[in-house]
């Protein structure tokens, strides 16, 4: 007795797999650019609230960036000259002759907002798998 198994529909579905990455990958695109836009707006707006001349706000730059078909990226950064010391503070300063000048407290702007927008882009990342049928486990 010989037993037989035909495939329907084989064809379509090694068809769809092959498409699968760069479909993916074109909708993972938007996620993080939209996530990263949106981290740019949060922290320029953060920055207006507590700066006074406007400089850390200019400097905020967001950059989009493709390595090939099947990824994306993008880059949030602060140009700044003053962003690093703005962000972590300073020590006390003293002049030669003692004088106290003080220290600058931490702004903690930029990590917490860009923390934000990384959980809400791996959630939405989660959410388009799933979508396309693709069992995710863990959260970022």
Do not use: C
């Amino acid at each position: 007795m010989s037993a037989r198994v035909r495939w329907a529909g084989l064809e379509e579905l090694r068809e769809a797999l092959r498409n699968l990455p760069a479909d993916l990958a074109g909708e993972a695109g938007h996620i993080v650019e939209g996530a990263a836009n949106g981290a740019g707006v949060d922290l320029r707006a953060a920055y207006q609230e507590r700066a006074r001349t406007g400089h850390l706000a200019a400097g905020v730059t967001v950059t989009h960036y493709e390595k090939g078909r099947f990824s994306a990226g993008a880059i949030v950064k602060n140009r700044a000259k003053h962003a690093w010391l703005f962000e972590n503070g300073t020590q006390a300063r003293h002049t030669d002759l003692g004088a106290n000048r003080g220290a600058m407290p931490p702004g903690h702007v930029f990590v917490p907002i860009v923390m934000r927008a990384r959980r809400g882009m791996y959630e939405a990342l989660k959410v388009m798998l799933e979508r396309h049928g693709l069992k995710v486990s863990g959260d970022a």
